[in-house]
């Protein structure tokens, strides 16, 4: 792969005699041995199971043809930022680049919820047995690219009200877990109540995955919620900290065809405090440059991946090897819905990481859209002894993390007009 790279400064000529070689050098590898396995659609131990052939039949097809990928280009600020190393993420990642480069599709067909194989798995990773089992996991089902609709609101983004002409509007995309009933019901009441603030409409969708079988089965329940509210959408996909840049990527898929024209879009969580007001202000504020090429939220700069097995953010230094690009906390952050298509591309492009907003993060930088770092979104949560204070709430955007109850609690107090501060 180096070798293509010094020979693009060479003549034409030898130039296409080597991507001739190059395409057939990488045929045999899907064919015989993936090094690195990213593309195992063709990879012959991989056997489509038969749920995967049922689901076909009721999937809606969210994995678009992927002529989209070639609309981006991933910036040399992002790679100079992510060594290229032994690391298999590290390895995924410069051979995804080296594929885009060479002007191929990184993952050649738009995968289904895939399993990748094990063995495969092993000759490339040579502690994964010592990996923590959730962490195998997410590595075995890392190309889950394109998961069933299990519930969806295909009309959420279109309004009737108002005349022929559409607001505005601002969609916030929430990442819930099926049995969080009542922290949804806290944020429909609260700060995500459906309505036009200010001239800008405000939509609701909470992102759900599948519950484990061991579960009990909430599903007739949610069936019944979602009629009800029509602001659930699920995934047929199991429900878990590390899938939610599957939960991210589903939605991105959803949202750039249903809903392409939103103007800003959230991400965050059902445990946060949202102060919608003061945000629609925000938005209203923001400069023309600014509305199109908007990341914004609580600014995690210079983090390096957790090495402490016990922690729920643990990486494996043979999976990635390298600090973190900014990012933005992914209790809650903003964006502009402009670039909703570009970013669902460069996910494709870039090989998915466990950790949520770190990984988003990435992308960003990816797409040459740089963060923005706002006081304002606290996904750290303020200090001990202004948490009772809801004058410390008037300027705040975000805060994390709260119960429904005092979700309620706090959205109720900011809109007491007696209260002076
Ligand atoms: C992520 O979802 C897939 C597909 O449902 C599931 O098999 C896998 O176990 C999940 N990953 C984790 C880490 O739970
Ligand atoms: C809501 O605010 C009113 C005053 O505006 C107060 O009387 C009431 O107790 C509050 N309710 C809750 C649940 O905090």
């Given at each position: 792969?180096?070798?293509?790279?010094?020979?693009?400064a060479m003549t034409l000529g030898v130039s296409i005699v080597l991507i001739v070689l190059y395409a057939t050098l990488n045929l045999e590898n899907s064919n015989s041995h993936n090094p690195v396995g990213v593309d195992t659609s063709k990879h012959p131990s991989i056997h489509v199971r038969d749920r995967d052939l049922k689901n076909q039949s009721k999937r809606e097809n969210v994995a678009a043809p992927l002529s989209f990928v070639h609309n981006v280009s991933v910036s040399a600020d992002f790679r100079e930022s992510i060594p290229q190393n032994g690391a298999y993420w590290n390895r995924l990642l410069y051979s995804a680049l080296s594929n885009l480069d060479q002007g191929g599709n990184p993952f050649s067909q738009p995968?289904?919820?895939?399993?990748?194989?094990?063995e495969l798995l092993q000759t490339n990773i040579h502690d994964f047995n010592s990996y923590p089992l959730l962490f195998q996991s997410f590595l075995q089902w890392m190309n889950c690219r394109s998961p069933a609709?299990?519930?969806?609101?295909p009309d959420k983004c279109m309004f009737s009200e108002g005349g022929s002409k559409n607001p505005a509007f601002f969609l916030f995309a929430i990442k819930s877990t099926p049995g969080n009933f009542e922290q949804r019901q806290a944020v429909r009441e609260t700060w995500g109540q459906e309505r036009v603030l200010n001239g800008l409409g405000?939509?609701?969708?909470?992102?759900l995955g599948r519950s484990s079988p061991d579960d009990p089965d909430l599903s007739s329940l949610l069936s019944y919620e979602a009629k009800h509210f029509?602001?659930?959408?699920q995934w047929d996909f199991l429900e878990s900290f590390l899938n939610l840049t599957l939960k991210m990527n589903a939605f991105l898929h959803w949202a750039v065809k249903h809903c392409p024209h939103a103007s800003f879009v959230f991400s965050g969580d059902d445990d946060v405090f949202v102060n919608t007001p003061v945000l629609v202000k925000y938005l209203q504020s923001l400069?023309?440059?600014?509305?199109?090429?908007l990341y914004v939220g609580h600014a995690i700069s210079q983090s390096s991946p957790l090495r402490d097995p016990k922690s729920k953010y643990y990486i494996p230094l043979s999976f990635y090897d390298g600090a973190y690009p900014s990012y933005a906390g992914g209790g809650g952050f903003l964006f502009s819905g402009a670039l909703l298509k570009s970013l669902r591309s460069v996910f494709h492009i870039i090989p998915f990481f466990p950790i949520d907003d770190a990984y988003t993060g990435m992308c960003f930088k990816a797409l040459g859209v740089s963060l923005e770092g706002h006081t304002g979104f606290q996904t750290f949560d303020i200090r001990a002894e202004d948490r009772e204070n809801l004058c410390a709430y008037k300027e705040l955007i975000l805060v994390h993390q709260r119960s429904p109850q005092e979700i309620k609690k706090l959205w109720n107090g900011s809109h007491n007009p007696l209260l002076t501060c």
């Open positions: 792969m180096k070798r293509i790279q010094t020979c693009g995968s289904e919820c895939k399993e990748t194989n094990k609709v299990l519930i969806n609101q405000v939509r609701v969708l909470f992102l029509g602001d659930i959408l400069e023309a440059d600014k509305i199109s090429k």
